[in-house]
T-cell receptor, first 108, second 113 residues
Framework: SQQGEEDPQALSIQEGENATMNCSYK?????LQWYRQNSGRGLVHLIL?????REKHSGRLRVTLDTSKKSSSLLITASRAADTASYFC????????FGAGTRLFVKA | DTEVTQTPKHLVMGMTNKKSLKCEQH?????MYWYKQKAKKPPELMFV???????INESVPSRFSPECPNSSLLNLHLHALQPEDSALYLC????????????FGQGTRLTVV
């Protein structure tokens, strides 16, 4: 299975702190994507990093990809209470396989 | 318009009922997907349609029957479901190419009684 595995499973931080989530996967990929899901509703696409990229930024988000280790990390800087959600990594697009997810709690 | 619209938002059905979930997008995407998500679990891929043809069926039981009547619409027909089929059903769409993001609907919360 190509499924990504995230860690930690849950993360609780104070507003203003940085949050780092990690994802590992098993097979070669075309790209890796990160999604956010609020309260069991639809997923929102955050960022896509291609297999030939090592780092990508979008606003307060920083994603790294290490294809040699088959791992990726998502860093959210200066977290806000509104960042409270579940975060999933996912591999590829046509047959997107999601990791187990990290539940992030940001306390105001 | 970057929305994927799913109806209904909530559905309660008996095990002998027949119902359908609907999904619509107007972004010109030619790939559409159904996912099933249980509580505190990641979405699990069920079906993929590419250019209105079923391209992937992840060994889903036949009581779930997908249909793609045109490039904007995706249905999931439900019949003789079991209580364990209760879940959030998510529809998504994307371009049918690599390195493209998928857009998700808000889901249908299905309860089978």
């Amino acid at each position: 299975s190509q499924q990504g595995e995230e860690d930690p499973q849950a993360l609780s931080i104070q507003e203003g702190e940085n949050a780092t989530m990690n994802c590992s996967y098993k097979t070669s990929i075309n790209n890796l994507q990160w999604y956010r899901q609020n309260s069991g509703r639809g997923l929102v696409h955050l960022i896509l990093i291609r297999s030939n990229e090592r780092e990508k930024h979008s606003g307060r988000l920083r994603v790294t990809l290490d294809t040699s280790k088959k791992s990726s990390s998502l860093l959210i800087t200066a977290s806000r209470a509104a960042d409270t959600a579940s975060y999933f990594c996912a591999t590829d697009a046509i047959k997107t396989i999601f990791g187990a997810g990290t539940r992030l709690f940001v306390k105001a | 318009d970057t929305e994927v619209t799913q109806t209904p938002k909530h559905l309660v059905m008996g095990m002998t009922n027949k119902k359908s979930l609907k999904c619509e997008q107007h972004m010109g995407h030619r790939a559409m997907y159904w996912y099933k998500q249980k509580a505190k679990k990641p979405p699990e891929l069920m079906f993929v349609y590419s250019y209105e043809k079923l391209s992937i069926n992840e060994s889903v039981p036949s009581r779930f029957s997908p249909e793609c009547p045109n490039s904007s619409l995706l249905n999931l027909h439900l019949h003789a479901l079991q209580p364990e089929d209760s879940a959030l059903y998510l529809c998504a769409s994307s371009q049918p190419t690599a390195n493209t993001e998928a857009f998700f609907g808000q889901g249908t919360r299905l309860t089978v009684v």
